[in-house]
């Protein structure tokens, strides 16, 4: 999700996230990487090597695992995954250590910074999916408290989403702190009696949800779609005021609701000019929420390691992915 995230999502999410399950990121990722952390080309494949970072929802790695076996499998190139927070994943391009970040959730003050004023970075077009962060609790509580979507009855409820880390207040969880989110400012501007908590990762958010559904126990997150856990349980969006352009403007005056999010791709300006079949492979990526969800759900909940849930994906949707390889 997502900063962020999260979205994003979030979303996680993945969402790490996202808007931003199963988060694989280590607890010391939010530092850049060293170049012998990204290993060298010289242990390239017969095509080349191509670096991908890997940021913290399982969203981002379902989408990473069938590029990475496409990669591999069809053109020859040796990936080399790169496990890192969203911002140092932007930092990498700068450095050399990232080639290409597959799942990028909005970010314009990045995008004005890497691609406007540095040109180290470039747009590579639409992952697909359409990426929602926001507010959500157990369908549950929506029909024990049929109001409670409506953020001006939010501080009504706040009694009953007290814990011992929200200091008196409501608690919002949150994932991770690098994921996409305004939440702080949310609840500060709309004098709302919550306190933001950190769960830590898209994973602890996930155990969250599932407790709140399986034991009704009354919770308030931030989550994020496209996620597989929506396959699993049902959660609803709060609605936070509409979102209208420019709205979130000042990260320190948000009032509204998260954007709607085009997920998209973003390589690194040496990578788009000198990556060949790879980049064209990157950028012609596209599929659908259904899709990066069933990939997610396999490596999350199917026992199924990325390459294998990417190997079951590309042999069942031949169609979908031929048309993304280089002409």
Same mark, same amino acid.
């Given at each position: 999700?997502?900063?962020?995230?999260?979205?994003?999502?979030?979303?996680?999410?993945?969402?790490?996230?996202?808007?931003?399950?199963?988060?694989?990121?280590?607890?010391?990722?939010?530092?850049?990487?060293?170049?012998?952390?990204?290993?060298?080309?010289?242990?390239?494949?017969?095509?080349?090597?191509?670096?991908?970072?890997?940021?913290?929802?399982?969203?981002?790695?379902?989408?990473?695992?069938?590029?990475?076996?496409?990669?591999?499998?069809?053109?020859?190139?040796?990936?080399?995954?790169?496990?890192?927070?969203?911002?140092?994943?932007?930092?990498?391009?700068?450095?050399?250590?990232?080639?290409?970040?597959?799942?990028?959730?909005?970010?314009?003050?990045?995008?004005?910074?890497?691609?406007?004023?540095?040109?180290?970075?470039?747009?590579?077009?639409?992952?697909?999916?359409?990426?929602?962060?926001?507010?959500?609790?157990?369908?549950?509580?929506?029909?024990?408290?049929?109001?409670?979507?409506?953020?001006?009855?939010?501080?009504?409820?706040?009694?009953?989403?007290?814990?011992?880390?929200?200091?008196?207040?409501?608690?919002?969880? =949150?994932? +991770? &702190?690098?994921? /996409?989110?305004? !939440?702080?400012?949310?609840?500060?501007?709309? #004098?709302?009696?919550? %306190?933001?908590?950190?769960?830590?990762?898209?994973?602890?958010?996930?155990?969250?949800?599932?407790?709140?559904?399986?034991?009704?126990?009354?919770?308030?997150?931030?989550?994020?779609?496209?996620?597989?856990?929506?396959?699993?349980?049902?959660?609803?969006?709060?609605?936070?005021?509409?979102?209208?352009?420019?709205? =979130?403007? +000042? &990260?320190?005056? /948000?009032?509204? !609701?998260?954007?709607?999010?085009?997920?998209? #791709?973003?390589?690194? %300006?040496?990578?788009?000019?000198?990556?060949?079949?790879?980049?064209?492979?990157?950028?012609?990526?596209?599929?659908?929420?259904?899709?990066?969800?069933?990939?997610?759900?396999?490596?999350?909940?199917?026992?199924?390691?990325?390459?294998?849930?990417?190997?079951?994906?590309?042999?069942?949707?031949?169609?979908?992915?031929?048309?993304?390889?280089?002409?």
């Amino acid at each position: 999700m997502k900063k962020l995230r999260l979205i994003a999502g979030v979303l996680v999410l993945g969402l790490s996230a996202a808007a931003c399950g199963g988060a694989k990121v280590e607890d010391d990722s939010a530092a850049a990487p060293s170049a012998s952390a990204a290993g060298s080309a010289g242990a390239a494949g017969s095509a080349g090597t191509v670096k991908m970072a890997i940021n913290g929802w399982v969203g981002y790695e379902a989408d990473a695992a069938v590029v990475s076996y496409l990669l591999e499998h069809e053109l020859g190139y040796k990936v080399q995954k790169v496990t890192l927070a969203e911002e140092p994943s932007w930092q990498g391009m700068e450095s050399g250590d990232v080639d290409v970040i597959i799942e990028n959730w909005g970010h314009p003050d990045l995008k004005k910074k890497y691609i406007e004023e540095k040109k180290v970075a470039v747009e590579a077009g639409s992952t697909g999916n359409k990426g929602v962060i926001g507010w959500y609790v157990p369908e549950w509580m929506v029909e024990k408290y049929p109001d409670i979507t409506d953020w001006k009855n939010l501080n009504k409820y706040a009694d009953l989403f007290k814990t011992s880390e929200s200091d008196g207040k409501g608690q919002l969880l =949150d994932g +991770d &702190p690098s994921f /996409v989110t305004n !939440d702080e400012a949310l609840v500060k501007n709309l #004098k709302l009696n919550f %306190k933001v908590v950190y769960a830590g990762s898209e994973a602890s958010l996930i155990k969250a949800a599932k407790q709140a559904t399986e034991q009704k126990k009354p919770l308030l997150m931030y989550f994020y779609e496209p996620q597989w856990l929506f396959n699993q349980i049902k959660l609803v969006k709060v609605n936070l005021p509409p979102y209208t352009e420019g709205c =979130d403007s +000042d &990260p320190k005056k /948000v009032a509204c !609701d998260y954007p709607p999010y085009d997920l998209d #791709k973003i390589v690194s %300006k040496k990578f788009a000019d000198t990556g060949g079949k790879a980049y064209e492979l990157i950028k012609n990526f596209n599929w659908t929420n259904e899709d990066q969800n069933a990939v997610a759900d396999d490596i999350t909940n199917n026992g199924m390691s990325p390459e294998e849930a990417a190997k079951k994906w590309v042999e069942a949707n031949p169609t979908k992915w031929q048309a993304w390889m280089p002409k």
